[in-house]
């Protein structure tokens, strides 16, 4: 059997099925009523928690561990289009580049969500327009997430939402050498690792 590591802390499963949750949520409740100010409230002051975390929490929850210059990016990115990319424990950096939009969109919405209820911008209609049109746009931005989990999930030959579900993921090959660090080129190829260790 494979041996697993945990990967996503208590934390970071919780702020991410709580921010999906409410996200998708708010599209259901009455708009702009109390129900929905404060899930949008809730969902600042979740990002907010979770920038905190991505500088002191545990070792692939942090910033510095995923977020990476885009050439770094286009790099990955052009290795997982000729199938030669490398299976990483923590989010690889196309996922990144997503998360980041994600993060950056809902707060923008929840921000001109705010903005309505000031006595500035109360009953201005391009601000309404605004509100919905970002979080219909994060919205798509969801569902691109979505498919690139499931699509990531399968060339991996891992589960990655069981994964953010649970916490663990299968080990790199190189795990069982010590080398935290080492990853290993897709599914396939993990698979020979594993079978070498055992
Ligand atoms: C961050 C999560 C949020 C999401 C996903 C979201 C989503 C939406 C959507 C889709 C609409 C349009 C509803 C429709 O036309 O049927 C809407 C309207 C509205 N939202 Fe939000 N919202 C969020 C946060 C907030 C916050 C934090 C506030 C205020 C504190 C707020 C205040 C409003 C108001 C006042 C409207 C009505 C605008 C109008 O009259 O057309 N929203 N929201
Ligand atoms: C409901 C369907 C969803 C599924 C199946 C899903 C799946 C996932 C998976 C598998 C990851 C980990 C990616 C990786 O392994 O690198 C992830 C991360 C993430 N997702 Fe989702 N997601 C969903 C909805 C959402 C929504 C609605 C949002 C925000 C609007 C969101 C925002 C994020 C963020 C911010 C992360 C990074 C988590 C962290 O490091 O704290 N997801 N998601």
């Not at 790099?75 to 997503?98: I, T, W």
């Not at 605004?130 to 060339?155: F, K, N, R």
Request: charged share 20%; proline share 2%.
């Amino acid at each position: 059997m494979n041996a697993t590591i945990k990967v996503w802390d208590p934390l970071v499963r919780l702020f991410h099925w709580s921010l999906a949750g409410l996200f998708l949520a708010n599209f259901f409740t009455e708009e702009g009523e109390l129900v929905h100010r404060g899930f949008g409230y809730a969902i600042a002051i979740l990002v907010a928690v979770r920038f905190v975390w991505g500088w002191i929490g545990t070792r692939h929850a942090r910033f510095s561990d995923w977020v990476v210059r885009p050439r770094r990016v286009r790099r990955y990115l052009r290795e997982r289009l000729a199938g030669r990319s490398r299976r990483q424990l923590g989010h690889n950096p196309g996922a990144a580049v997503m998360i980041l939009a994600l993060l950056a969109g809902v707060l923008l919405v929840a921000f001109t969500g705010w903005l309505q209820t000031t006595d500035r911008f109360f009953g201005e209609d391009w601000l309404e327009v605004l509100h919905e049109t970002l979080a219909y746009g994060v919205l798509g931005l969801v569902v691109v997430h979505v498919l690139a989990a499931v699509g990531e999930s399968m060339h991996y030959g891992e589960n990655l939402i069981a994964a953010m579900i649970h916490g663990r993921k299968r080990s790199l090959g190189h795990d069982a050498a010590g080398d935290e660090k080492g990853v290993v080129t897709c599914a396939k190829s993990s698979q020979q690792a594993s079978r070498s260790i055992r």
